[in-house]
């Protein structure tokens, strides 16, 4: 792993990133999202300003606010990774996962107050998966986070199912390995009445021995095989929100 000269999402020490980011892949098992976010917390104590560990740690928020079943924890989890991630973005500008996950706490900790249609929210959103955009054009990450907000929003915010449908294709060519972007991507499709398109993505994370995420493959997995049987000739069924 490059050193913090050639790296600013990481510092001069790989070992403790390898852990956490180890923990962070299978945070699907249980426990390891909480020991993930404990090995962060002792690393934070002696360096409590490493922008490396802080991204880390708004990550983990992120996907911990995610699981949770009340609304007021939440938007505390949200609220949490947004400060963090806010100071990541200080202490390393050029850090593309900073501005990615502290775009998406913005977008969700928005919808946890209704914002998530707002001028107030999606100009800032907007601005942070840009900026990742720009830092490392190879993610497609943010371009699927961009698809799903232009797909939600009205024309005078800027939305539109054209644009959305570019961000979506986008993310899935520069990501492929990630099942996530190839599920969006598919559900687009079949929002359009694509099905011979939607079926070949669907496909993909079927026949993926690799995936990006896999804490987040098995689901992927699972609502692919849903939409193809439904894809062969049964109703539409509902389309996951992310």
């Known amino acids: 792993m490059a050193t913090a000269a050639h790296n600013p999402c ?4 790989s070992s403790p990133y390898a852990t956490i980011d180890s923990l ?11 020991s993930d976010l404990r090995l962060i917390a002792r690393a934070l104590h002696h360096s409590p300003e490493n922008p490396a560990l802080l991204w880390r740690e708004g990550r983990a928020l992120v996907r911990q606010g995610e699981e949770r079943l009340s609304a007021k924890e939440r938007r505390a989890d949200f609220s949490r990774a947004r400060a963090v991630l806010s100071a990541s973005v200080r202490g390393a ?6 501005h990615y996950w502290l775009g998406l706490a913005l977008g969700l900790l928005g919808r946890e107050d209704g914002l998530i249609k707002s001028a107030f ?9 840009k900026e990742a955009i720009r830092l490392d054009p190879r993610d497609g990450r943010p371009h699927r986070v961009l698809g799903e907000l232009y797909e939600s929003l009205p024309r005078m915010l800027g939305g539109g199912h054209g644009k959305a449908l ?7 060519k520069l990501s492929p390995r990630d099942s996530s972007a190839r599920l969006a991507l598919a559900q687009a499709y079949r929002r359009r009445g694509m099905r011979a398109q939607a079926r070949v993505e669907l496909e993909s994370i079927i026949q993926e021995k690799n995936p990006a995420d896999p804490a987040e493959y098995a689901d992927d997995l699972k609502e692919a095989r849903k939409l193809l049987l439904e894809n062969s000739g049964g109703a539409p069924g509902s389309l996951r929100n992310h």
Do not use: I, N, T
């Not at 929210?121 to 998966?129: G, H, N, T």
């Open 166 to 172: 570019r961000e979506f294709q986008k993310a899935a």
């Open 93 to 98: 500008p050029r850090c593309p996962q900073a």
């Open 121 to 129: 929210l999606v100009s800032p959103l907007k601005r942070q998966m």
């Open 10 to 13: 990481d510092g001069s020490d």
């Open 24 to 34: 962070y892949l299978h945070r699907d098992v249980p426990g390891r999202l909480d």
